[in-house]
């Protein structure tokens, strides 16, 4: 009846491949940052189920550190990416190869 | 019942997840990221988690998302943005570790002998509640360094956008 803890993981990996492939190949900035949300959100479901299945509200406490982390990260991207916008008008991630060789 | 709302759940994440990376208009992607934020809410809710739904919904949902859109509106993107030129070298990169998760999960029986089953929560007691007497007892101090964090993401985020910091001075 109740759903084992490993289809959860198995969830959370999924989406968190996902997102790894997102931040590799969009080209995008604002796609890329989309793509790390979509890796912390993976990260978050984990906690919650171990959290549940292991009877510890620390997962819980965890996953609202997450999103702290989450929002603060969110504010300092897009603030830089409004910045890089500012200097050579564009948000395509190969028009900044400056160190790169 | 239970596996059929957890079907639906994860049916509906991965396929928003999968659409995030995509969609080529970032205004789409930002919607279906939208869609799936609602769902990993109603996850939580099944794993009695009633607070953090709350909290997913009023702060990602709410705050964050409403940012990227007010962003990506302000910088009125071109669409034409097609995938990154190294996409060969990331499906090379991620298919050994496809393969690694997949080897994983092939050895675990699922369901049969989880030794973590779902243990029923004592549900009169508020999640609420218990979330904060935990964080304000044991977890104080990194509550703490969580508002040093905000507090240095919010000045930077001010110093980085603003115009002509600079100049200003003087």
Redesign the interface.
């Known amino acids: ?7 959860y993981v ?2 959370s ?3 968190f ?6 931040v ?5 900035i ?2 890329i ?3 790390v ?2 890796m912390l ?1 993976a990260t ?2 984990n906690f ?2 171990f ?5 510890d ?2 997962g ?2 965890f ?3 997450a ?10 991207g ?6 890089l ?2 200097s050579k008008e564009s ?4 028009d900044f190869k400056l160190l790169k060789w | 019942m ?2 059929l709302v ?1 079907g639906y759940f ?1 049916g509906v ?2 396929v928003a ?2 659409l ?2 995509a969609l080529r208009n ?1 205004v789409y ?2 919607l279906s ?1 939208l869609v ?2 609602f769902h ?1 809410a109603g ?2 809710i099944t ?3 009633e ?2 739904a709350a ?2 919904i009023i ?2 949902a709410g ?2 998302l409403v ?2 859109l007010f ?2 509106m ?2 009125n ?1 071109k669409q034409d ?7 060969q ?2 499906v090379i ?2 298919c050994p ?2 393969l690694e ?1 997949m080897v994983l ?1 092939a050895g ?1 029986d ?2 049969a002998t ?1 030794p ?4 029923p ?1 004592n549900s009169g007691e508020d999640n609420t509640r ?2 904060g007497l ?2 304000f007892s ?2 104080l101090f ?1 509550f703490e360094v ?1 508002s040093l ?2 507090l ?3 000045i ?3 110093m ?2 603003k ?1 002509d910091i600079g100049r200003q001075g003087a």
């Open positions: 009846m109740t759903i084992p803890l490993s289809y198995i969830l990996a999924v989406v491949l996902t997102g790894v492939v997102g590799l190949i969009r080209r995008n604002i796609a940052l989309l793509s949300e979509l959100n978050n479901i919650v189920a959290s549940r299945y292991l009877e509200l620390g819980q406490v996953v609202f550190f999103l702290t982390v989450a929002a603060a990260e969110v504010a300092v897009l603030a830089i990416i409004i910045a916008h500012r948000i395509n991630i190969e | 239970a596996q957890f994860a994440i991965a997840a999968v995030v990376v970032p992607s930002v990221l799936m934020f990993v996850l939580y794993l009695h988690a607070f953090l909290v997913q702060v990602y705050a964050i940012l990227y962003v990506l302000l910088l993107s943005d097609r995938y990154h030129r190294q996409w070298m990331a990169l991620c570790l496809f998760l999960f675990v699922p369901g989880d973590l089953a779902a243990a929560m218990a979330i935990t964080l044991t977890y990194p969580a964090i905000l240095v993401a919010m930077g985020a001010i980085l956008a115009r």
